[in-house]
């Protein structure tokens, strides 16, 4: 007995040691986290202290009345001098103040007599920055005056120096202009709103004006694109679905890698100047070119999802949004009538192709997102059933339905556009990593329409029975039909000049929707998301500004 309680004391006292080891490992570990905190706080303060440091001070006036100036390295402020009173009562005044961010030029103001082309009295220092108004953002300028010549030149060097620290901004861009697209006003709006904001900000350009569809994508697999900081296109979306596709196409190209795409290398920067402006809208809320300008002067980056479109294992496109069924028909009856007006033309095809609505037999896979998927209206075929699809890679287990189909969309970005404030797809966001499958199923025109007209109010477009969306990483389209476009259409219109972008070289073609541009493939269509395969001048927006609706509903 008493060797037995030896060896129960000894374990006991094993198990004490070993015990007390790990209390003080955990101790010693829990000083390392601390200590490891306590270094990344120590870091962050140096830095917020150097951010603050005072680089300059000096008098300048500011409107009539003399100011303290302050200038460190993420903004500028400005106090009134005010003299003390004879009583010693100190007035407290409100400081302005301007973060560096937002300035995007310095000059140094001269008077000069009249013909002088250089030199001239010094006056101070004009510095153009943007204010944001809502969405919009706007042109700015504080003066700052001081009539010492060398006073002012410091500060300038200083304010230069600063400015050019900022990496994400551009300094040589390349420059596409589409002059057909809508109006064909983009030669107008590029030298009157964005060529001005360039030059001010010491932007040099390289510019290409644009001749055929195709152009901007041959030149793009030509030219040196190391030799620039970012691109920008000045058009509509037809454009920038053209340089979006020749920016990604190039990447892969330069990166010898034939099956997987390829992040593009340089940033795009879209200059609206369409007819709906989709992608504009989802970076910038608003269709005005000179808050796109301010986006690309600044350096404003933001990385987004697109989609790979493939039919019988060949990459056909990249691009944002697709759609099959009505918004393919609607667009490829528009484009048959491209001497109308594009808002005539667009209600002219809405219309029509609503007197025609017809559903498409086909079978719709789906690859569920591997975060979050879900059903918003939780409507479901009878027919659906789970099963894994021969030909995708790995485990990926695809949901199948078959049925008919109305319409079929398929968005990696919201689509936020004047008619749609919200966006067709607000389910989704710009870099998520997935698309919304929006797939509207057999109904009365009726009930269609209502459909469509809620997506120029805030919300409800998704509560009807017949529409279920999800959010998926990858999307197939089978149309069970033989014919992709009726006997009936073909001679209603009658008209062969306008050709689809992208034919398809099978029998059965089918018109879709990608990205405002009229595209033809085959029977079946594979669709899969890549996340921030391209990174766009802009920035994350909830919703853009609203316009009238569309007339004809």
Not at 304 to 314: I, P
Not at 361 to 368: E, G, I, R, W
Not at 501 to 519: C, K, T, Y
Not at 542 to 552: G, I, L, V
């Amino acid at each position: 007995m008493s060797e037995l309680n030896e060896e129960a004391q000894a374990e006991q006292r094993d198990s004490g040691k070993k015990k007390k080891k790990k209390r003080k490992k955990r101790r010693e570990t829990g000083k390392e986290e601390e200590e490891e905190e306590e270094e990344e706080e120590q870091v962050v303060k140096k830095e917020e202290e150097q951010s603050e440091t005072v680089l300059l001070r000096g008098i300048f006036k500011v409107g009539k009345k003399s100011h303290d100036v302050l200038l460190t390295r993420t903004k500028l402020t400005w106090t009134p001098i005010v003299p003390e009173t004879p009583t010693g009562e100190v007035s407290v005044l409100r400081a302005g103040v301007l973060l560096l961010r937002d300035v995007f030029a310095v000059k140094v103001k001269r008077r000069r007599a009249a013909g002088q082309q250089s030199g001239g009295t010094v006056l101070g220092l004009a510095l153009f920055s943007c204010r944001r108004r809502e969405k919009r953002l706007e042109e700015d300028t504080l003066h700052l005056h001081n009539a010492s010549s060398e006073h002012t030149h410091i500060w300038y060097n200083s304010l230069k120096e600063l400015l050019t620290g900022f990496s994400s901004r551009p300094r040589y861009l390349k420059v596409f202009i589409n002059p057909s697209s809508h109006k064909k006003e983009a030669v107008h709006i590029y030298r009157e709103h964005v060529a001005p904001l360039f030059k001010m900000a010491d932007l040099r350009t390289d510019i290409t004006v644009t001749e055929r569809k195709g152009h901007a994508l041959s030149v793009m697999k030509e030219c040196k694109l190391d030799e620039y900081d970012g691109v920008v296109c000045v058009g509509g979306d037809g454009s920038v679905a053209e340089l979006c596709h020749a920016l990604v196409l190039r990447a892969q190209l330069d990166a010898n890698s034939p099956e997987e795409p390829v992040k593009a290398v340089l940033p795009l920067g879209i200059i609206p100047a369409g007819s709906t402006d989709v992608v504009s809208c989802s970076v910038h809320g608003v269709r005005d070119p000179v808050t796109a300008a301010f986006h690309i002067v600044l350096g404003h980056l933001q990385q987004v999802d697109m989609c790979s479109f493939s039919s019988y294992g060949h990459l056909v496109h990249y691009g944002f949004s697709a759609m099959f069924g009505f918004g393919g028909r609607s667009l490829a009856r528009a484009e048959k009538k491209r001497w109308m007006l594009s808002s005539r033309r667009r209600e002219y095809a809405l219309v029509k192709t609503l007197a025609r609505l017809r559903p498409e037999d086909c079978q719709l896979s789906f690859l569920p997102a591997k975060k979050t998927s879900q059903s918003f209206s939780g409507h479901r075929k009878q027919n659906q059933d789970e099963k894994q699809d021969p030909e995708s890679e790995g485990e990926e287990s695809w949901t199948t339905n078959h049925g008919l189909y109305l319409n079929i969309s398929v968005m990696s970005i919201p689509c936020l556009s004047p008619h749609a404030p919200r966006g067709l797809a607000p389910n989704t966001s710009l870099a998520n990593g997935s698309a919304s499958l929006i797939a509207v199923g057999n109904t009365s025109r009726s009930e269609f329409v209502k459909h469509l007209k809620r997506y120029s109010s805030s919300s409800g477009q998704f509560n009807f029975p017949f529409v279920e969306t999800h959010s998926v990483s990858a999307v197939k389209i089978r149309p069970r039909s033989l014919t992709g476009c009726s006997e009936e259409e073909s001679e209603e219109e009658g008209d062969a000049k306008h050709t689809p972008i992208i034919q398809s070289e099978g029998a059965a073609a089918f018109p879709w929707n990608i990205d405002g541009e009229l595209v033809e493939m085959a029977s079946e269509v594979l669709i899969r998301v890549h996340s921030r395969l391209i990174t766009l001048y802009g920035e994350e927006v909830d919703e853009a500004e609203s316009a009238a609706s569309c007339s004809c509903f």
